[in-house]
């Protein structure tokens, strides 16, 4: 059984940073990219950030890219999350892909499994 555990969110100041963790487990495959969605009440979820198993692409949203970055140990992926804005606020889920995505983008019905969203609040 695939499984995604979302953890990190929490309420931060505007420029404070905050850490995401996916751990997954279930995957019985080498190939898989993986990453991050967010959605605000009322829209559609968007693509933050994704990476494929190999390490060797990975994807930003240009509303983040130089703010927050994928890592990975093992079977947990991990978004770190700098200068935080109240735009930001949103519930974030982390979200797997069988295979390597090619190209990379974060289209939602090419991703199987799905974790619970966390919330993240940015706010003063």
């Known amino acids: 059984e695939v499984q995604l555990q979302a953890s990190g969110g929490g309420l931060v100041q505007p420029g404070g940073s905050l850490r995401l963790s996916c751990a997954f487990s279930g995957f019985t495959l080498d190939d898989y990219t993986i990453g991050w969605f967010r959605q605000v009440s009322g829209k559609e979820r968007e693509g933050v950030a994704l990476?494929?198993?190999?390490?060797?692409m990975t994807y930003y949203a240009d509303s983040v890219t130089g703010r927050f970055t994928l890592s990975s140990d093992k079977n947990t992926v991990h978004l770190q999350m700098n200068s935080l804005e109240p735009e930001d606020t949103a519930v974030y889920y982390c979200?797997?892909?069988?295979?390597?995505?090619?190209?990379?983008?974060?289209?939602?019905?090419?991703?199987?499994?799905w974790g619970q969203g966390t919330q993240v609040t940015v706010s003063s």
């Open positions: 979200a797997a892909s069988i295979g390597v995505l090619y190209p990379l983008i974060p289209s939602i019905p090419l991703f199987d499994f």
């Open positions: 990476l494929t198993s190999s390490n060797d």
